[in-house]
């Protein structure tokens, strides 16, 4: 099956820092990827849409200069959460979308950000 | 109002019994019907997948949509342990863009 890989899957970062959460599709191309955060016992919340080549679309209320999105290639996509704070601190995970084929966007395993 | 309504439970069952879970939505461009089955600190996986009303069945699990109602079940069967997890519905557009429930969470008893 397909495999989409997060790395790392847990991070700990000082406040103000910025930390980069990478989004690799193993086994397909991905013209389109998604990145979610999901806090405690709440649900996944779309935060962004990234595709390739071209600049994310943020959904509302998400500050598109915080949370950085750059998508490079058909296999990677990447969001750094610059000036870290405390409240920033979630499980954030992306999921790919195949170029090909008619199939739902396959979920990474996630990253668990907490900033301290 | 969210969009999409799920009761996070908790919901503890015991061993072969059959697990219920069901979502309401508000939203009537939803056109794509998902459920999906999160283990603590992993991302989902992908269970069942239905487009239009009626029910679909794969193995124990069987998914149901009533868009009259704006509904959504999914039910598992002769439920085991292993099926301990947290289960989420989840429905999009044409977009690819997935809207979740808050998820539900199932301990099955052995």
């Known amino acids: 099956g397909a495999v989409v890989s997060q790395h790392p899957s847990w991070v700990i970062c000082k406040s103000g820092t910025s930390v980069k959460i990478e989004c690799r599709s193993l086994?397909?191309?991905?013209?389109?990827m998604f990145w979610y955060r999901q806090f405690p016992k709440q649900s996944l919340m779309l935060m962004a849409t990234?595709?390739?080549?071209?600049?994310?679309?943020?959904e509302q209320g998400v500050e598109k200069d915080k949370f950085l999105i750059n998508h490079a290639s058909l296999t990677l996509s990447t969001l750094t959460v610059t000036s870290a704070h405390p409240e920033d601190s979630s499980f954030y995970i992306c999921?790919?979308?195949?170029?090909?084929?008619?199939?739902?966007?396959?979920f990474g395993q996630g990253t668990r950000l907490t900033v301290v | 109002q969210k969009e999409v309504e799920q009761d996070p439970g908790p919901l503890s069952v015991p061993e072969g019994a059959i697990v219920s879970l069901n979502c309401t939505y508000s939203?009537?461009?939803?056109?794509?019907f998902m459920w999906y089955r999160q283990y603590s600190r992993k991302g989902p996986e992908l269970l069942m997948y239905?487009?239009?009303?009626g029910n679909k069945e794969d193995g124990r699990f069987t998914a149901q949509v009533d868009k009259s109602s704006k509904y959504i079940s999914l039910f598992i069967r002769d439920s085991q342990p292993s099926d301990s997890a947290t289960y989420l519905c989840?429905?999009?557009?044409?977009?690819?863009?997935?809207?979740f429930g808050a998820g539900t969470t199932v301990t099955v008893r052995a």
């Open positions: 999921s790919a979308l195949p170029s090909v084929g008619n199939t739902e966007a396959f």
């Open positions: 239905t487009y239009s009303s």
């Open positions: 989840a429905m999009r557009r044409g977009d690819y863009k997935l809207s």
């Open positions: 939203n009537s461009a939803f056109q794509y």
């Open positions: 990234s595709n390739e080549g071209s600049k994310a679309t943020y």
């Open positions: 086994d397909f191309q991905a013209t389109t």
